[in-house]
């Protein structure tokens, strides 16, 4: 079983979940998860069996229809209606990496023994998982209020042997798939197309991979600024422990030691400075970064909270007889942190962006724009505008998509949290901000060399080394794009070990 994931009440975290992908491990249900599941269910089909009265979305008309009874001969095509009607995804495809993930987290919800399925259902949804097969899941259409309903449609609609999926880089009808695989569609009963549909996997999912890219590309900046720091011929002395000892957020003094860390050995930062300050994006880089990552470990709370989860509706408590319609599906947690992350990421290529203009103004005796014979060579010039311009499409993204709200379902979802929106927004804008810190580090990388015969760190250097094999020093005007995307591609392929963004995010005592 080693290369297994057992499902079962211990929690998931972010370290688990990236070893679970990283490892190709497969899912398997605990006896205890499948003696759950097995016992909602009999309770379930007991209480349909010898209740009259109506209860919501198991034997009733969903949203506004909540009122309206079905009987009991239609409540298999009650659920496979509502999967079918609420696939109404649209924009692009979700990355097959982040529909896995909501595969995951949707099995994690229903093995709790609070939904009301079928194990059938959950084992099929572990088929999917282990043998990657990805149904197609779009980006628009859902307010992150009755949980993700049309993603969670879309990625239900194959049980049912509807919609389309991809196997193997190949896209399948699903119902062909499931003849490849000799799989029967489920047959859903009571309750069990609300199950699937009501949650909040797809923000959580894009939340846990957002976590990673976030933390990733928060260290990568602090590299890449410690370079622009050295190459700007910049000051340690705002990064002396004592500084940070009298404001000890811990974001800001893991950014300082790990400054410190940074440049230790470099020839540059400890010669003598002909300044007395820095400018702020280079002297405030431990407040701004650490503030980043402050919030990241914020972040990280909610999406743990909301992982470990039942998200669905009605909660089935079987143990103490109760049925109970509640608001778990509503996203306004996740909503909040999402839009508090986007903030936080677009700060980091905010800053970063400044010093990249820093860098390229003909200060500090580094030549205009970083080229010999500027004027003849235009060198750094326009990079410096491309970042700008994500830098303010990033100020767009991060508006908060949370304070808004829009009425649906006739008036009975009249609060929605719009936490699909950011999720997706977030994704789009962290992505912004490895571009950002890409074109700081071919700035920097560019500037350093101005200053040889000195160097920088032996660390720094090293990484240097590795940067030049893919984007060269730049002697005259050429082509640009193609070393922007090299430099994107380096960072991407850049490989640091999980537990280091994860299980020692500060380095100091974690509250």
Known sequence: MDNYHIISSNALDIVTIYNIFNDKKKLKLSDASVESIKACKAYLDNKLANNKKPIYGI????????????????????????????????????????VKVMLLLKIQSLSYGHSGVQLDTVNRLIDFFNNDIFPFVYTQGSLGASGDLAPLAHLALPLLGKGYVVHEEEDYEASELLKKFGWQPIKLEAKEGLALLNGTQFMSAYGVYLLLMSHKTSYMADIVASISLDAFDGRIDPFHDLVHEVRPHPGQRKVAKRFNELLKG??????????????????????????????????????????????????????????????????????????YLKIAMAEIGNISERRTFQLVSG?????????GDPGLNSGFMIPQYTAASIVSANKQLATPASIDSIVSSNGQEDHVSMGANAATQ????????????????????????????????????????????VVPFIKEDQVLHNDIEASIQFLNDVDIEVEELFLNNYGVEKH
């Open 59 to 98: 034997n009733t008309g969903f949203g506004s229809l909540c009122n309206t009874k079905i009987s009991n001969k239609d409540l298999t095509k009650l659920q496979e209606n509502l999967v079918m009607s609420h696939a109404c995804g649209t924009g692009s495809r979700v990355p097959k990496s982040v």
């Open 266 to 339: 470099s020839e540059l930062i400890e010669r003598e400075k002909a300044h007395v300050q820095d400018p702020y994006s280079f002297r405030c880089i431990p407040q701004v970064h650490g503030a980043t990552k402050d919030t990241l470990d914020f972040v990280e709370k909610v999406i743990l909270t909301e992982i470990n989860s039942v998200t669905d509706n009605p909660n089935i408590f079987h143990e103490d007889d109760l049925i109970i319609s509640g608001g778990n599906f509503h996203g306004q947690p996740l909503a909040l942190a999402l839009d």
């Open 363 to 371: 200060l500090r005796g580094l030549p205009a724009f970083l080229v």
């Open 426 to 469: 977030a994704y789009t804008l962290i992505r912004n901000v490895e571009r950002v810190i890409a074109i700081e580090l071919m700035n920097a990388s560019q500037a350093l060399e101005f200053r040889r015969p000195l160097k920088t760190s032996p660390l720094l250097e090293s990484f240097l080394e590795h940067y030049r094999k």
